[in-house]
């Protein structure tokens, strides 16, 4: 997988790039017949996109207005991934993965869970322990002790569940997932906080979650900079989905 570094970029035309890219990758793997009725001579890489975003409010498919409390001056886009809304600006690493899933033989949740776990190996190299909570994708960390690698649990004794996010005041969202597959291929991915003005998302239900806290890296007290949390990610991305 062919990685690059592309700094920070407008959100519209990265999507845009991304459905292309998608698109031509399809088309090179034999999906589909050019216009002329023979298939291109190229072979095109997968590859992997590193960025970030001017501040940004994305919604996905599953988007409802009313999780948009106060856009103000941000922008809205409306785009095909999967999920809510969710916020993308600068301080913030955000990864496209640009991957078909056939030929690498696995579904769409394990290269969810693949796509978290690299997030979580990531977090681990600047010592701090991420969480999964099922049926909310994304990763999570303690706000009282976030280096802590006890489980997440609900009221129940058992891992904790989507159902009890909006009632939680002792956990943050600390990387935020959505993705689109098409033809067999990736796109969209996932969006690590590493240092950035987190006020944005007040302005609105980070991932349809009323009153769901939202932080980064600085606030869990890592000093790291973000060529530095970008290279890890990409190196854990490149290794978990292989």
Not at 65 to 80: F, R, S
Request: glycine share 10%; net charge negative; proline share 5%.
């Amino acid at each position: 997988m062919q990685v690059e570094f592309k700094g920070l970029q407008p959100y519209a035309p990265s999507f845009e790039a991304m459905q292309a890219y998608v698109a031509q990758l399809a088309l090179s793997r034999g999906d589909f017949l050019s216009e002329n009725g023979t298939l291109p001579a190229q072979d095109l890489r997968e590859v992997l996109w590193i960025c970030e975003h001017p501040p940004v409010f994305t919604q996905g498919l599953a988007g409802k207005a009313e999780h948009v409390l106060m856009a103000g001056d941000i922008p809205v886009v409306q785009t095909n991934r999967g999920g809510q809304v969710t916020y993308h600006g600068p301080g913030q690493v955000v990864a496209y993965p640009m991957i078909d899933l056939r030929a690498r033989n696995y579904f769409v949740k394990e290269y969810v869970h693949r796509l978290e776990e690299a997030t979580i190996r990531t977090l681990a190299h600047f010592g701090l322990t991420g969480h999964r909570v099922r049926g909310a994708p994304g990763i999570y960390v303690r706000l009282d002790e976030p280096a802590s690698h006890a489980r997440l649990l609900g009221a129940d004794g058992q891992p904790m569940q989507e159902a009890e996010l909006a009632t939680r005041t002792d956990i943050g969202k600390i990387a935020a997932l959505g993705i689109k597959v098409s033809r067999h291929i990736t796109y969209h991915g996932l969006a690590l906080n590493v240092a950035m003005d987190l006020s944005p998302y007040e302005r609105i239900n980070p991932c349809g979650y009323a009153g769901l806290r939202t932080v980064d890296m600085a606030f869990c007290g890592v000093s790291a900079s973000w060529d530095e949390v970008a290279k890890v990610l990409a190196d854990k991305l490149v290794t978990y989905l292989g």
